[in-house]
């Protein structure tokens, strides 16, 4: 019988997760583990959601913020990081089902794990999977997660070149939110260049301009995820 009263690790173990600089064969294989993940979702009507975002940008808050607007909504959460669950903590305290990942020295999650982690939820019970993957702008976007969507968030704590620097992982990005949007001046950082690059490096996505601290933004997000 699952408990909400104690928050889950998984512990991935030698072996298990996937690293970036093995070969094709392991990142192929994950890209299957991932199809079998989305398998899962759709046969249980689960809309899947991949936070990414390097640490500090802002992940953890705009999932509160998401969870504190949908109360009529059944969420579960996993939340990947290398060590603790600080952030799962957080999570939980907004009435979210909650799973922590620890990846140990791993600076992503990989299709693998998730597939444990759901293993924990009872998926008749939730509509609403965020995944929280750990805080990294590179590794994480060689691993797809089995998600429907991927939400990007970045900071204007990082610098006005986050993206510029960091390409390939927008292109698959359905929105980008640029949070922390009131320190932008202070940061001296362009809010309008900082967004032509994102919609240079994909056309496609969404830039949303939030601001975690006070919700300002949230409610564009959660409308252009159809949540």
């Known amino acids: 019988m699952k ?17 970036i600089e093995l070969d094709q064969d392991l990142l192929k294989r994950n890209v299957q583990l991932a199809q079998e993940n989305k398998k899962i979702f759709e046969k249980t009507h689960i ?47 907004v009435g979210a089902r ?4 620890n990846t140990g020295k791993e600076c992503h999650l990989d299709a693998n794990l998730i597939r444990h982690a759901l293993d924990e939820f009872d998926l008749e019970a939730i509509d609403l999977v965020f995944i929280e993957n750990v805080g990294n702008l590179i590794c994480p976007g060689e691993f797809p997660l089995g ?20 390409p390939y992982i927008f292109h698959d990005a359905a929105v980008v939110v640029i949070n922390k949007i009131d320190l932008a001046e202070a940061m001296e950082v362009d809010l309008n260049r900082l967004e ?6 994909n056309p496609r996505t ?18 252009t995820l159809n949540l």
């Open 196 to 201: 032509a690059d994102a919609l240079r490096v």
């Open 206 to 223: 969404k830039v949303i301009r939030t601001n975690c601290r006070t919700g300002q933004g949230v409610e564009e997000v959660i409308e």
């Open 3 to 19: 408990t909400r009263n104690k928050i889950k690790v998984i512990q991935s173990k030698e072996g298990e997760t996937f690293d």
């Open 47 to 93: 809309l899947a959601i991949d936070i990414l975002g390097s640490i500090g940008s802002g992940k953890t808050s705009l999932i509160e913020n998401i969870l504190t607007r949908l109360k009529e909504r059944k969420v579960g959460v996993i939340a990947g990081d290398l060590t603790t669950t600080i952030d799962a903590e957080r999570i939980k305290k």
């Open 147 to 166: 998600a429907h969507k991927r939400v990007i968030v970045i900071s204007v704590t990082e610098g006005p070149y986050m993206i510029v620097k960091h």
């Open 98 to 101: 909650i799973v922590q990942v």
